[in-house]
């Protein structure tokens, strides 16, 4: 497979492998997407906007320059725009990969940064050189326009072009609560949601502050995702249980929204609406009550996103789609190409399907 | 209760004239407010005599502000049910004719009056509509003016790119009705603002509509566009049918 280095989110070229319930594989065109759904389906999205969580500055202390990439946080209010989880790193910036990048200076609570309009403080050191929950100084207004104006999106190395938030904002992208686009929405347009209406494929949405990726170190690495807060709206919970007594599929596009939903469900697999904090890993122990089919990006073996995916089909038929997606140039990352996957579990019921409509 | 709270509103143009007087209407009817505008000084200054509302710095006629102008509207108001595109450029100033206005003020015309509405409507549509789908309603109310209808010598600026913007949000109330998000184009009529000023330098203050009622005006048209809200209040008042219907009409 290739990284994607453009930030187009929808390139016309772009490629979809359907993963069946029996683990057949079908590469596809990814405008070809609706076919694979069914009226009665419901798709839900994560309509986090993204913030410009990357911020350039110096510690205080030893006058060392850094880059804070702010990673996480306590809930999704609007006044709590104090307190982060943040990763740091030392001189450079996103040309640089992140597992080469110089470490910070060393850390410790009370330490000061100044990050251009902003000034926060370390409250701690969270068990890693490179990882600390900090606070920024003044109003939540203040806070807020100050990510505004001097907040960069966070950015990797295989993308070479500096990125605006216009790059990474999904269509549906509302309250900016997330640190990376859940980028399997790019997808999206809003073409593609009147289809589906046409179509009478239902479209909900979620919200869920989706954590960062990955952060070059090891060690870090393995504690991702980090916790996220999330909220589902009333509307998209009842949405679930209208296609559940529809006989419909849940559709998720991305792995931020499976993770809210499981988070949310009661062992009968209804979803309560509200808020919450995603506290859970979702691998290839998870028993799915709810999500019966994801669209999402193509990922490498080793990411959290990947294992992610175990909890749809089993590790063969991923190696198997791996394999192919390498053979077929597919592109990775979130300005890449894409992967949907019907959970192993519905193949009893889509082999049912398959022999009714041969039958009629 | 008033009809307007939990509702979260957006005025561009929100230090001065109408701009202003929707900034204390809205928010005397309990909507959560956010307003832009491109003075530091004035914004700050509005923000403290109004300590409920969000003072956000920026000038929608410039590409590289209007997501940092979104950013902050959705960020510090936790969504966003209403925008209200009113930040207006008049053109040059005297008003001049078309075929003496320099192509620079033109275009400063349009990028204030159409493409800044545009950008930060596009900018805003996912939190617009996902107030729709969640079962609030959502608005655009893009300010219109007579201008955008007549051909008034010596407007052309202003009016070509007045008349751009109505045609604009007809186009896009009929794309996104399926998305529950409404577009509606109001004229406020002549009011005593500083751009009235700035265009009739000498007109009779006495006989310009204040802003104030343009406001109760707009704010009404805006609750009757409101599924949720016109559900729960009954006050229906002529002017709110009557504003509502041009909206529909443009």
């Not at chain 1, 016309?12 to 065109?29: E, S, T």
């Amino acid at each position: 497979m290739i990284a994607a280095t453009e930030p187009n989110q929808r390139p016309a070229d772009a490629k979809l492998l359907v993963i069946d319930a029996g683990g057949q594989l079908r590469p596809a065109r990814r405008v070809e997407l609706l076919d694979f759904l069914r009226a009665g389906d419901l798709v839900i999205a994560n309509d986090a906007a993204t913030l410009p969580a990357s911020l350039s500055g110096h510690h205080v202390p030893t006058g060392g320059e850094i880059e804070v990439r702010l990673a996480g946080r306590r809930s999704l209010s609007p006044e709590d725009v104090v307190c982060f989880t943040a990763v740091v790193f030392g001189a450079g910036d996103f040309h640089t990969p992140t597992e080469h990048r110089p470490p910070p200076p060393a850390l410790a609570g009370g330490d000061r940064l100044a990050l251009g309009p902003l000034a926060a403080v370390i409250t701690d050191v969270l068990g890693h050189p490179r990882l600390v929950s900090l606070r920024f100084e003044g109003r939540p207004d203040d806070i807020w326009s100050g990510i505004a104006r001097h907040g960069k999106p966070l950015q990797y190395a295989h993308v070479q072009t500096p990125l605006a938030l216009w790059d990474v904002w999904t269509v549906i992208a509302g309250r900016p609560v997330a640190f990376e686009p859940p980028s399997a929405s790019f997808v999206l347009d809003w073409r593609t949601l009147a289809a589906m209406r046409a179509r009478q494929i239902g479209f909900a949405t979620l919200t869920h502050a989706a954590g960062i990726s990955s952060t070059g170190d090891e060690a870090l690495d393995a504690r991702l995702p980090f916790d996220e807060p999330y909220h589902i709206p009333s509307a998209t919970s009842a949405a679930i249980d209208r296609t559940r007594a529809g006989g419909g599929r849940v559709v998720a596009v991305g792995t931020t929204v499976v993770r809210a939903l499981e988070h949310a469900a009661d062992v009968c697999g209804r979803v309560k609406a509200g808020y919450g904090i995603a506290t859970t890993r979702i691998d290839e122990k998870t028993r799915l009550r709810v999500v019966d089919v994801i669209l999402s990006g193509v990922h490498e073996p080793a990411t959290s996103h990947y294992q992610l995916l175990r909890a749809f089909t089993d590790s063969e038929t991923l190696v198997r789609a791996t394999e192919l997606m390498s053979a077929l140039d597919y592109r990775t990352h979130e300005f890449g190409d894409s992967v949907l996957i019907v959970a192993q579990r519905l193949r009893r019921a889509e082999a049912l399907r398959h022999l009714q409509r041969g039958k009629g | 209760m008033h009809a307007f709270s939990s509702l979260r509103a957006a005025v561009t143009g929100g230090t001065s004239g109408l701009g202003l007087a929707l900034v204390r209407e809205l928010t005397r009817r309990g909507a959560h407010v956010a307003f832009v505008a491109r003075t530091p000084e004035r914004v700050q200054q509005i923000a403290r005599e109004h300590p409920h509302t969000h003072g956000i710095v920026g000038d929608v006629a410039r590409k590289e502000d209007i997501y940092p102008i979104a950013l902050q509207i959705t960020g510090e108001l936790d969504g966003l049910d209403v925008l209200v595109n009113n930040a207006s450029s008049l053109g040059p100033t005297p008003l001049r004719l078309l075929a003496d206005t320099d192509c620079e003020d033109f275009e400063r015309a349009l990028a204030a009056n159409l493409l800044g509405p545009f950008r930060l409507t596009k900018a805003l549509l996912g939190a617009l509509s996902a107030s729709a789908r969640e079962g609030r309603g959502a608005v655009v109310v893009n300010v219109s003016s007579d201008a955008a209808i007549n051909a008034y010598p010596t407007w052309g600026a202003y009016g070509a790119s007045k008349a751009a913007l109505r045609h604009m949000s007809a186009i896009w109330n009929e794309e996104l009705a399926a998305e529950g998000v409404r577009f509606l184009s109001l004229d406020p009529g002549d009011m005593d603002t500083p751009l009235h000023a700035l265009a009739v330098p000498d007109a009779d203050a006495t006989t310009l509509k204040q802003p104030e009622q343009a406001a109760v005006e707009i704010a009404d048209a805006i609750e009757a566009s409101l599924p949720a809200i016109a559900g729960l209040s009954r006050r229906s008042s002529a002017a709110s049918s009557r504003a509502a219907a041009e909206g529909r009409a443009s």
